[in-house]
């Protein structure tokens, strides 16, 4: 009888940058981010989404599954495991910090201010005072190594930043802020498909 | 009935799919009827966009008329 196939391939690996979008569009049932041929969120469809910019070391994205093993005083081994919780999170530093759009949703309690005047406009962040947390949505979009037009998408459709703000500022570096959006379940939607997705463009890599 | 058939029974508002271009009413109507998620069950100041791109084709064939 023969050997079975080995499974080495360069186009399974993933190799970036992505890029972070923030406050993109929550997709239907079944449905999936909508890219322009670009890999960006389309724009009709994500008409509030945000660029998160540049990032000191990359974005990590973790998925973490916390396992309850049953066990009987009969066997020494566990003779069932459920899942009992999931943990989603997308997180890194970005370095634009400078940046109030981007400020208003990293600091959870915080709420941007505008004046547009040209002699004495500003922008400011107000923060203090509040106890709810704002929910958004987030998507890191990478190329797919394998093809040009071909992306892969990690969304998470509500999320918040449990990382707060803080920057430090020096003259010796840029100044950068840690952020870790944390993935909550939209419970209306389908189990399986509550927290996010995980998905690439054209047909099946296995 | 699946969201494509029930979309075909429903008078599907322009884009963009925003809650402050939908308002409330008509948000919640999409989101649920829609199978995106019920706006209702949630914090009322979680409203992301919807991403409307299977019912583009409807959109589109609505307008023509």
Sequence with gaps: ?206 | MNAFEKAKTMTLPPLPWTHEALGEEKYCELAVELGYFHPKAERDDYRPSLDPTPFLSLIKAKKEK
């Design chain 1, 1 to 206: 009888m023969p050997g079975t196939a080995k499974n080495y391939s360069a186009n399974q690996i993933i190799l970036g940058p992505a890029d972070l979008w923030i406050n993109v569009a929550v997709p239907s049932a079944s449905g999936r981010l909508t890219l322009h041929t670009d890999g960006t969120p389309e724009s009709v469809a994500n008409p509030n989404a945000v660029h998160l910019g540049m990032t000191s070391g990359g974005v990590t994205f973790e998925y973490k599954p916390e396992i309850s093993d049953f066990t009987s005083d009969e066997l020494t081994a566990p003779h069932l495991s459920v899942l009992t919780s999931e943990m989603a999170t997308v997180k890194g530093e970005f370095l634009q910090v400078f940046n109030w759009s981007l400020l208003e949703r990293m600091t959870v309690g915080g709420t941007r201010n505008v004046n547009t005047n040209t002699s004495t406009g500003y922008e400011e962040l107000t923060f203090g005072g509040k106890s709810t947390v704002s929910n958004f949505s987030v998507a890191l979009i990478g190329q797919d190594i394998a093809g040009t037009n071909q992306f892969w998408v990690i969304q998470l459709y509500k999320t918040y930043n449990k990382a707060g703000f803080n920057f430090t500022v020096t003259r010796k570096d840029q100044s950068k802020a840690s952020f870790e959006f944390n993935g909550l379940a939209i419970t209306t939607r389908a189990s399986g498909d509550q927290i996010g997705n995980f998905w690439h463009m054209g047909a099946a890599n296995d």
